[in-house]
């Protein structure tokens, strides 16, 4: 799946996100603190998402510590070569995102 990098999932979804509190100057987190992560509800913007002009853009991606969360892990059904459709659905299912 390709991400079109309109930053909704990341608005729209409930995900466990890295604890921004927890992220340690090299990038990690302690695997041992039990708070390294946190819930995101759905509807709230993720304190991680930043925007360069209309670009989504997750200032974590590149961490140590995003490695192996759900969202590193994420992924829909279809070609690896298919762009993500889930951006059109929360527009569909909520205006407000359009
Ligand atoms: S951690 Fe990054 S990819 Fe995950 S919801 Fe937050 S901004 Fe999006």
């Known amino acids: 799946m390709i991400c079109i990098r309109c930053g909704l999932c990341c608005q729209n979804l409930d995900v466990m996100i890295v604890n921004p509190g927890s992220i340690r100057p090299d990038g990690t987190v ?23 002009g209309d670009l989504a853009v997750c200032i ?15 992924d829909q059904i279809g070609p690896d070569d298919g762009f ?4 059109g659905y929360f527009k569909t299912s909520n205006p407000a995102n359009l």
């Open 30 to 52: 302690d695997p041992a603190d039990p708070d390294s992560f946190i819930k995101k509800p759905m509807g709230k913007r993720c304190p991680h998402l930043a925007y360069l």
């Open 84 to 87: 993500c459709t889930f951006s």
């Open 60 to 74: 974590i991606h590149d961490l140590p510590c995003y490695r192996g969360t759900p969202c590193d892990l994420f």
